[in-house]
Nanobody, 122 residues
Framework: VQLQASGGGLVQAGGSLRLSCAASGRTLSGYAVGWFRQAPGKEREFVAGIRYNGGSTSYADSVKGRFTASRDNAKNTVYLSMNSLKPEDTAVYYC????????????????WGQGTQVTVSS
């Protein structure tokens, strides 16, 4: 499955963005999808994830209550709605798919999108 992340951009602190992760080549309905981010000089970190059927989600403590993962399997797309953005949310955001299960570990994901830049100004 090929993944394409989009929707990043420049936003002021307190603003909102919605990222999309569109799949091609195969239906995404059988995969858990995770969102990760990597800021300059930092390691890639788990942000949020959603189970293959949307029945369960998981979030990093740093984004709980502000970010929401959702999916539309009919559109073969997963979303990450980001509200109350902070400058520390600035990073390249990646979506990834796992045929196994919902996980916060990057190595559990076999398919990755190319990343989309999110920049939050103070």
């Amino acid at each position: 499955v090929q993944l394409q992340a989009s929707g990043g951009g420049l936003v002021q602190a307190g603003g909102s963005l919605r990222l999309s992760c569109a799949a091609s080549g195969r239906t995404l309905s059988g995969y858990a999808v995770g969102w990760f981010r990597q800021a300059p000089g930092k390691e890639r970190e788990f942000v949020a994830g959603i189970r293959y059927n949307g029945g369960s989600t998981s979030y990093a403590d740093s984004v709980k209550g502000r970010f929401t993962a959702s999916r539309d399997n009919a559109k073969n797309t997963v979303y990450l709605s980001m509200n109350s953005l902070k400058p520390e949310d600035t990073a390249v955001y990646y979506c990834a798919a796992s045929i196994i299960f919902l996980s916060s570990v990057a190595d559990d994901y076999g398919y990755w999108g190319q990343g989309t830049q999110v920049t939050v100004s103070s």
